[in-house]
C-alpha cells in the first residue's frame, strides 16, 4: 500500500507539470536537463502529443555519468494519451508505468546510481506547433536528499521530421550567468550543466554528444557584502558535469568568502558545437540550520544574465 500511494503521489505531480505546460510548448524535441536513478529515488517523466496518429514514435536519447554517456531507444505514444513511467526500469529500482494497462511503450533506463540529461523526440509527424507538439515534465523524488521537485521539458521548438533537427537547442546561447551560493557551513551548493547546441549529428552516429561549455569567475569572487576578491579561474565541462563555486576560486579567495557565501558572475564561452548552457542550481541544506529546511535539497534551473 505503502509503495503504491507514493507511486500515485510522484504520478501526480510529474501530471501536474505537465499540464501545466500542456498548450504552451511547441517543439518536437524536449529537453529534461536532470534526471537521477540513484537508490531510493524515483525520476518521473510524462510525455503527452495530440497527434491524430494511432502512434507516434519517440525517441528517448540518455546522456549519463561523468562521462556523459550516449544509450538510446525508440518507444511508441499513442495520440491524446499522458505517458508516465519511472526513468529507471523495473530491474533498476522503477516502478514501471504509472498506470499499468497504458499501452503506450516508454524507453527505460537501464541502471541504477546514474544521473544525468535526456532528450526526446518525436520524428513521425511535423509537430512544432502548439496544436501538434510533444509535450512533457519531470518530476524528482529523492528521500535520501530531501529532493522533491518538478519541471517541464525544454522545447527547441523545430520541426524534426527533418531528423538534422532532433536535439538541435542551438537557439539556447546562454553563457554567462550569476552563481550565488550561502555559506558551506548552511548549504552545500553545486550546479549540473548541460552543454547545449546542436545535438543531431552525434545523436544520428549514436555518439556521445561532445559540445563543451567553459565557465569563468571572470576577474572577481564578491562576498554577501559586495566586497570584490580578485582571481581568475574557469573550469570546462563537455556534454555535461558538475561545478561547483570552489571550482571557479583560487585557494585565497575561498578562504576569503567561506564563512559568507559568494557571488560569481560567470561568464562562459561554447565550442564549435556548444553555443551555451543549461545550468540546474542544487543546493543541500545542512543540519546545522534545523527546521524545516535541514536535510533538504532545492533545485533549480538559473536563469542566464546574457
Request: net charge neutral; aromatic share 8%; proline share 2%.
Amino acid at each position: 500500500m505503502k509503495k503504491t500511494f507514493q507511486k500515485t503521489l510522484i504520478a501526480a505531480a510529474a501530471g501536474v507539470a505537465l499540464m501545466s505546460a500542456v498548450g504552451t510548448a511547441s517543439a518536437n524535441s524536449l529537453l529534461f536537463p536532470y534526471f537521477t536513478t540513484a537508490t531510493g529515488a524515483q525520476s518521473v517523466l510524462s510525455l503527452y502529443t495530440p497527434v491524430a496518429n494511432a502512434t507516434t514514435g519517440v525517441h528517448y536519447v540518455y546522456n549519463y555519468g561523468t562521462a556523459c554517456t550516449h544509450f538510446d531507444a525508440y518507444g511508441k505514444l499513442t495520440a491524446n494519451d499522458i505517458l508516465t513511467h519511472s526513468i529507471a526500469s523495473t530491474t533498476a529500482g522503477g516502478f514501471g508505468k504509472a498506470v499499468s494497462g497504458d499501452t503506450s511503450t516508454p524507453v527505460y533506463f537501464p541502471l541504477s546510481g546514474q544521473t544525468g540529461f535526456l532528450v526526446v523526440t518525436t520524428r513521425d509527424t511535423a509537430s512544432n506547433t502548439a496544436a501538434t507538439a510533444l509535450q512533457g515534465a519531470m518530476a524528482i523524488v529523492d528521500p535520501s536528499s530531501g529532493l522533491v521537485v518538478s519541471y517541464t521539458g525544454i522545447d527547441n521548438a523545430l520541426d524534426t521530421t527533418n531528423v538534422a533537427n532532433e536535439g538541435n537547442f542551438a537557439a539556447i546561447t546562454n553563457t554567462s550567468f550569476a552563481l550565488a551560493s550561502l555559506p558551506t557551513s548552511l548549504v552545500t551548493t553545486s550546479w549540473y550543466g548541460v552543454v547545449v547546441g546542436d545535438m543531431s549529428t552525434a545523436i544520428g552516429l549514436g555518439a556521445n554528444w561532445a559540445g563543451v561549455y567553459t565557465a569563468s569567475s571572470n576577474g572577481n569572487v564578491y562576498n554577501n557584502d559586495e566586497v570584490a576578491y580578485s582571481g581568475t579561474k574557469s573550469k570546462a565541462i563537455t556534454c555535461a558535469g558538475a561545478i561547483t563555486a570552489a571550482d571557479l576560486m583560487t585557494d585565497a579567495q575561498i578562504a576569503s568568502v567561506t564563512a559568507t557565501g559568494s557571488l560569481i558572475k560567470v561568464t562562459g564561452a561554447g565550442s564549435a558545437t556548444g553555443t551555451g548552457a543549461v545550468m540546474m542550481k542544487m543546493q543541500s541544506v545542512q543540519a546545522a540550520v534545523g527546521a524545516p529546511f535541514a536535510g533538504k535539497q532545492f533545485l533549480h534551473r538559473e536563469i542566464a544574465t546574457n
